[in-house]
């Protein structure tokens, strides 16, 4: 059996789980509560909220059966949608809610390196927040989070401003003005052109990219109110110390997002070279059909992608230092039953230990133990349970010595 293309063995979690540490302690420091939301999900809520001409919609969704009558539920592809719908859902009154969640997505892209259809975020959201600050605070947030909390130096971060609707009613107009005056156009930009315009910002293909080189911007035609904000954001930006590029392409892949948008890129991650983005999107409560409109901002980081970033400098992290392994030796089938309430004792008090009961010489015993890193070996033979001793033998020094087995917790002091 083959594990399923596009997804993942975690061997060794610890650089994960340093992810996920850091981010819980960078973010308590905004008053961020943790939620989990499920990993099924209708698929109805994504339909409306991403936007059925979106690549995820409408090639990407994993549909895995109908739900109750002819619901169809699916595996989520994204978060925001489905913290909106656990914030209306669960009658939050809290505004802005700040919360973060983290978990698997799932998508069915082609797998490459730092793409797959089985991947991790860190979803970051703040719900109910009209303020500009909170866009500011938001981008600062996980740019601290990056530069300090992870440590990484080797990224930029890219912001874009796509207005208000009207702003970008006009500038749909202007853009499309702008392709029909072209002799001609790739097939690519005639297929989205139709469906979801500003999309065309999306493709990658060099054809597709020198015509829009010369495109008209979102930024260019921003009404007077919307040109006003968005250089606040730049000054404010500034303000906290936040440096960045303007990049007037990007519009990110979906639909719900207006006014501020972002992504942090990092040229170590090579052709999928996002690890992360977000933005602004006043609009989703009222997309995914509630009455009342709730601005909110947030962003979501690519797990894997930071793991691939932080892989090739896993030396300099402060990573948690595992716990000094003590291996216990039983000589003899007798001495089992001593070594497996010996270990549950040391255990008790905070000793991590690893016992041997498959038999064998303590000849090969030990060369396990070493081999599993073993600080300290205990061993155990007929003499020492007779006169309730153990041998406590330092596995770097290889010096040993016959301690009483009640004072063997204070002889390791490894807890
Ligand atoms: P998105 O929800 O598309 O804005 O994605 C946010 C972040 O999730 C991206 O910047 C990537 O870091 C990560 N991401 C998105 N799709 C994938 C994927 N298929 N495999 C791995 N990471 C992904």
């Known amino acids: 059996m083959q594990r399923v293309r596009g997804t993942q063995d975690f061997l060794d979690l610890t650089l994960f789980n340093f992810i996920i540490d850091r981010a819980r302690r960078h973010l308590q420091r905004y008053a961020f509560r943790e939620i989990a939301t499920p990993i099924l999900e209708p698929t109805e ?73 089985q991947f991790h975020q860190l979803n970051i959201e703040y719900i109910g927040a009209p303020s500009l600050f909170t866009d500011v605070e938001c981008i600062a947030l996980i740019d601290s989070f990056l530069s300090q909390g992870l440590m990484l130096d080797n990224y930029a971060l890219h912001l874009n401003f796509l207005g208000s609707l009207e702003d970008r009613e006009r500038y749909r107009g202007e853009l499309r003005a702008f392709l029909d005056a072209q002799p001609v156009l790739p097939k690519a930009i005639v297929d989205r052109k139709e469906t979801n315009l500003l999309r065309i910002f999306d493709l990658k293909d060099s054809d597709c990219q020198a015509l829009l080189a010369n495109a008209p911007t979102l930024i260019d035609s921003l009404s007077p109110e919307s040109h006003a904000e968005w250089e606040q954001l730049q000054t404010l930006l500034a303000h906290v110390g936040v440096s960045f590029v303007i990049n007037p392409r990007l519009v990110r892949g979906l639909d719900y997002y207006n006014k501020t948008v972002f992504e942090f890129v990092s040229m170590a991650l090579g052709a999928q070279n996002a690890l992360g983005g977000g933005g602004r999107y006043d609009y989703l409560s009222q997309t995914l059909g509630e009455s009342d409109m709730v601005p909110s901002i947030g962003a979501a980081l690519g797990i894997e992608r930071l793991l691939l970033l932080l892989e090739s400098r896993r030396d300099t992290l402060p990573l948690p230092r595992e716990k000094a392994l ?31 009961f498959d038999g064998g010489s303590v000849k090969s015993m030990m060369r396990r133990a070493n081999k599993h890193g073993a600080r300290f070996a205990v061993i155990i033979g007929e003499e020492e349970q007779r006169e309730n001793l153990v041998v406590v033998k330092d596995m770097v020094t290889g010096s040993e010595k016959k301690v009483r087995q009640e004072q063997l917790l204070d002889e390791l002091n490894v807890t």
């Open 45 to 117: 809520l994504f339909k409306r909220s991403l936007g059925i001409f979106t690549d995820v919609v409408s090639k990407e969704m994993y549909t895995i059966c109908a739900g109750e009558g002819d619901e169809q539920i699916c595996l989520r592809p994204e978060a925001t949608a489905a913290t909106m719908r656990a914030f209306f859902n669960n009658n939050v009154e809290e505004r802005p809610w700040r919360v973060f969640s983290w978990g698997s997505m799932f998508r069915h892209e082609r797998p490459q390196k730092g793409r797959y259809r």
């Open 326 to 356: 003590v291996a216990l030796l039983p000589v003899a089938e007798a001495q089992q039953p001593l070594v497996l309430v010996c270990a549950q004792f040391l255990r008790h008090h905070g000793v991590c230990c690893e016992s041997f």
